[in-house]
């Protein structure tokens, strides 16, 4: 009786120390099974981001064209339509996150800028003096870089040779 009681003992062992392996393997398969679901969100939100960085890029063509043509509509009706269709796409396209880069004034940063001209001048080194190209960011993301002018400083001894 007490060989039986021993060995239904060792069986109970064996069988708890079962029970607790599957317990950690589920354990750790329903941690996998949420970094998947996890991974699996943030993919999809990246491929929804991409496609809306796409869009958007192509519409910046569009609204690029609307800065160019409105200073050339002459008749003021038309201009004021003109802009009201320009103030909605800026609108939603802000909606979306898009927003200018601002930088008349700002020092050169290679991140957000591309250097089109450098002209000698008084200001500081690399102080941007022109817009000439508008750049834009997505959220956070720089999705046309500006392409501006900005200023090389006159040497000194270049100013005493010219006068």
Not at 74 to 101: A, R
Not at 114 to 142: A, P, R
């Amino acid at each position: 009786m007490t060989e039986d009681l021993e060995q239904v003992k060792k069986d109970l062992e064996i069988q708890t120390r079962l029970a607790e392996d599957r317990l950690d393997r589920l354990k750790y398969l329903q941690a996998d099974f949420d970094n998947f679901r996890k991974w699996s969100e943030k993919e999809k939100a990246s491929i929804i981001a991409l496609a809306n960085e796409n869009l958007i890029k192509d519409l910046l063509v569009i609204l690029d064209d609307f800065e160019q043509a409105l200073p050339s509509l002459e008749l003021e009706q038309n201009k004021e339509g003109m802009k009201m269709i320009q103030k909605k796409l800026v609108k939603i396209l802000t909606e979306y996150g898009l927003c200018p880069i601002d930088c008349i004034g700002e020092k050169f940063n290679p991140l957000y800028h591309e250097v089109i001209w450098k002209e000698k001048c008084n200001e500081e080194q690399n102080t941007i003096l022109e817009d000439i190209g508008k750049g834009y960011q997505l959220k956070s993301k720089v999705i046309r870089p500006s392409k501006v002018k900005i200023a090389e400083q006159i040497k000194e001894d270049e100013g005493e040779n010219n006068g």
